[in-house]
């Protein structure tokens, strides 16, 4: 059977994210998201499914850093809706609760629940994770903000659904596998291609980057700066593009990046996601 790693606990957002976009697959959890993409290289597992940015929160900074040193391309791209559950143990009301536990990003996503209701936020190392503790302590008062999924591998109870401040909440993910990976699309389907550019120091440096693109009519998603090489100036981007490099507009747009970059580097080219559609 294929194996797709994600970071996190058994029945994390990642997991529900990878068993929807590889339904039939086992789920492979890891510890971090360096294990995750090791798991990839050394043949654990088939492919990871990483989060890069959250309508929320923003980018996951430690993908951007480790990505494009991974050895790894990105094959694919999946939306996954963030639905909090309060979740209780078995025979648990509402009315029990006085404790809430979590990770600290999804507790700043309830905080509406937590006033309302002068609950007590607990934090904990990851929202799987709390579900796993209030399902081993047995306690009608504590309670875990976590998927559904998670509620359900923990024998737990849900006690609310979406419980979340804001409905938009949704992480985006990059599914990543070795650099021999076939690209699965059909025909004509609409793809994006995601690159690292190293600009010049000079400057206009960017602008005569991003005019590579306009000028040739490749419309970019996204735009993320980095540090590198402890250097605090921002000379290193990536960059989400809407095409592929066999396409003409996109072709030419990245033969005049070559000429305005000191050097770019394809991450992957793979089919743009039909929740771009409904955005």
Partial sequence: MPVIAFQGRPGAYS????????PGWETLPCRSFAETIEAVRDGQADEALLPCENSLAGRVAEIHALLPEAGLKIVGEHFQRVEHCLLGVKGARFEDVKRVHTHPVAMAQVRGLLDQYGLEPVTEFDTAGAAELVAGWGRKEDAAIASSLAGELNGLEILRRNVEDAAHNTTRFYRVAPPDAVVECEAGQPMMTTLI??????????????????????????????????????SRFLMDIEGAPDERKVHEALLALAEASQEHHVLGTYPRSAFRDDM
């Fill in 197 to 234: 550019v190293h600009v010049r120091h000079v400057p206009g440096a960017l602008c005569d980057v991003l005019t590579c693109f306009a000028q040739h009519g490749v419309n970019m998603t996204r735009i993320e700066s980095y540090m590198l090489g402890g250097s605090f100036e921002a």
């Fill in 15 to 22: 997991d529900l994210a990878c068993r929807a976009t590889r």
